[in-house]
Structures are given as structure tokens and as C-alpha cells.
């Protein structure tokens, strides 16, 4: 590894009387990929509306590429490369599988529509969405609306991509082919952090994981030891030592 590519320090975030994320600390490294686990209502999506900007924290400093998050709006951190994706998938339903990536591409990525061109071709390949380019987004399958998902999130060219619970509802067959995507989309060299449910598929990937319950961190580690952690274990497998 090499490096710290995001630095989250002291994250806080409360709705009202409700406290979600609390003094949360952890570092990034470029080119791994760090899971994140914990019951529902944990506060690990919370913790993406943070990173992305789509939400603002309340105490706390986030620092990606030696550049200051906090205040920048979530357009500026696209620019300068992060990368989302939603928990439910938002394409624009009444555009082809191709459009939505040259918006990405031009919106997000900063792009001029010549220059895009290439790069969403690639992304298509890449995301097994080329004999798609011309569909509806609406049209298509839960698995292939997911590749889309990704897909639009790659044509802003992100050096940090989140990934917020990209496997649920599909079928084992399914799970496998999105993680062989994962496999592909880190071996370009970008940085990712997953959020994710499906164990299995998590840890097919990951290189650490951290763990929140409550809005607290519980654990941060390799796998293994997270997994048989007796907190972690208590806490989001249901499972007493
Ligand atoms: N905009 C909001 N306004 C009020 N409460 C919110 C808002 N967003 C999230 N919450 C609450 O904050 C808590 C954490 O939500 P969050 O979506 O971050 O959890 P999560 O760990 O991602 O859960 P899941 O695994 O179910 O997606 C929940 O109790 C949720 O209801």
C-alpha cells in the first residue's frame, strides 16, 4: 500500500436528538479495499453521506488526497475523485445504459462529450454492459442495474469508490459476477470501500474491515480477526461467546 488516501477524524453526526455516528477515526489506504459491517441503522451509510458530501457533519475533519473535505459540496468531491454508489440504484430511467455513463462522464468526470466516448466504451466492457449500451436504464435486470450503478460511479474516473450494499437481493450466481467486477475495478488501482451485508462477498474482496454499531466503531482489522471478534460476533451475528 501506499499511503493514506482518506483520513476520517473524530466523525460526528446526530439527526436531532438521534446521535448516528459518533467520534468515528480510520484511515484509508490507496489501493485497498476496506469493508465496512454493522447491524442496520448503524450509521454506515450515514458515514458514506459524510464522505460524498451529501450530508454534513457535525464535528469531525475528512481529508482525501491531503485536501479537506469538510465544506466542499459533493460536485467538488466527485471532481477531485470520489466516487458513489446508492444503496438503491438511481440511473436515469428514461435514458440508455450509454447516456447515463456520458452524464457521469460529463458532469461528474468534468469531461468534454468527445473525450467521454472512449472512456464509457471501456467502462461498458469493463461492466459486461456492452450489448446493453442502447437499453433503456429502466429496462434493465437487478443485476445489470447494478453494473450500471458501478458503471456510472468508474465514468467519473474516482480514485476512492463507495460501495453501499452493491450485492444485496441478487442470486449466488449474480454475487459472483459482481465481485469478479469488484476484482477488476481494484486491479485499475482504485481504492474502494464497501459497505455490505452479504458477508460472503465482502470477504472475497476485502482487505480490512471495520465494524459500527450504534454509531460506534466496535472493531478494525483483517478479516479474520474481525469475523471472530466476540463483540462482532455478538453484536451483528447474533452469536454469545
Ligand atoms: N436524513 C435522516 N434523518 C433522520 N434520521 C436519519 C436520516 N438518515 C438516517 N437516519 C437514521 O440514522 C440511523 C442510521 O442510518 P443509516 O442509514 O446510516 O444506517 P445503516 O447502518 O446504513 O443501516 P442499513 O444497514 O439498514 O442501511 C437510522 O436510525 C436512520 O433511521
Known amino acids: 500500500m501506499n ?68 465544506g466542499q459540496p459533493p460536485y467538488s468531491r466527485c ?54 449500451a442502447n437499453r433503456s436504464a429502466g429496462s434493465l435486470t437487478l443485476l445489470d442495474r447494478k453494473r450500471l450503478e458501478l458503471a456510472r460511479a468508474m465514468a467519473s474516473s474516482p480514485s476512492l469508490l463507495l460501495l453501499d450494499e452493491i450485492a444485496g437481493g441478487l442470486t449466488d450466481e449474480e454475487g459472483k459476477a459482481l465481485v469478479q467486477l469488484i476484482h477488476r475495478i481494484r486491479e485499475r488501482g482504485v481504492t474502494i470501500v464497501w459497505i455490505e451485508h452479504v458477508l460472503h462477498a465482502l470477504l472475497a474482496v476485502a482487505d480490512r474491515i471495520m465494524v459500527l454499531n450504534f454509531g460506534e466503531k466496535i472493531a478494525e482489522g483483517l478479516p479474520d480477526d474481525v469475523i471472530k471478534n466476540p463483540e462482532v460476533r455478538r453484536v451483528y451475528m447474533g452469536v454469545e461467546a
Do not use: W
Not at 469493508?35 to 464522505?51: D, E, H, R, V, Y
Not at 436515469?92 to 460529463?106: C, D, W
Open 3 to 70: 499511503g493514506v488516501l482518506l483520513k476520517a477524524r473524530g466523525l460526528s453526526k446526530s439527526f436531532g436528538a438521534l446521535r448516528v455516528l459518533h467520534d468515528i477515526s480510520f484511515d484509508v489506504q490507496r489501493g485497498e479495499v476496506l469493508g465496512i459491517l454493522g447491524p442496520n441503522g448503524a450509521g454506515k451509510t450515514t458515514l458514506f453521506n459524510l464522505i460524498s458530501g451529501d450530508l454534513r457533519n457535525d464535528a469531525g475533519e475528512l481529508v482525501f488526497a491531503g485536501e479537506r473535505l469538510v
Open 79 to 132: 471532481k477531485i475523485g470520489i466516487g458513489r454508489t446508492y444503496q438503491i440504484p438511481r440511473p436515469y430511467v428514461g435514458m440508455s445504459t450509454f447516456e447515463n455513463l456520458l452524464v457521469a462522464a460529463t458532469f461528474g468526470g468534468g469531461r468534454t462529450e468527445a473525450r467521454s466516448y472512449a472512456l464509457c466504451a471501456q467502462i461498458l466492457r469493463d461492466c459486461e454492459l456492452t450489448d446493453k
